[in-house]
């Protein structure tokens, strides 16, 4: 069975930084590309950031690109988001996500399958 768990949320002033982990198990986490996603009081979930299972590749939605970093470390089958120079429309619940495929080489196809609980950010003004 898989399992994510999320870790690292918390409340951090506007302009701060926060790290997010996501250690998995369960899965072969070197064969998959991982995303996280967030979702604010009132609001969908949205894409944040992708890597693909190698590392190589990443890709980021524009609200957040210049500010985020993802990152993976396969030999602690873990996945980072260094968020920086927070702002208060970053708050919300930060999900990591495992995508269905392994070995997909097109990143944006990312087709989350399993998903963590979740870690909340919350960043004020």
């Known amino acids: 069975q898989v399992q994510l768990v999320e870790s690292g949320g918390g409340l951090v002033q506007s302009g701060g930084s926060l790290r997010l982990s996501c250690a998995v198990s369960g899965r072969t986490f070197s064969r998959y590309n991982m995303g996280w996603f967030r979702q604010a009081p009132g609001k969908e979930r949205e894409f944040v950031a992708v890597?693909?299972?190698?590392?190589?590749?990443?890709n980021y939605a524009d609200s957040v690109k210049g500010r985020f970093i993802i990152s993976r470390d396969n030999a602690k089958d873990t996945v980072y988001l260094q968020m920086n120079s927070l702002k208060p429309e970053d708050t919300a619940v930060y999900y990591c996500a495992v995508d269905s495929h392994p070995y997909r080489t097109v990143i944006r196809d990312f087709g989350a399958d399993t998903w963590g609980k979740g870690t909340l950010v919350t960043v004020s003004s």
């Open positions: 890597i693909s299972w190698s590392g190589r590749t990443t």
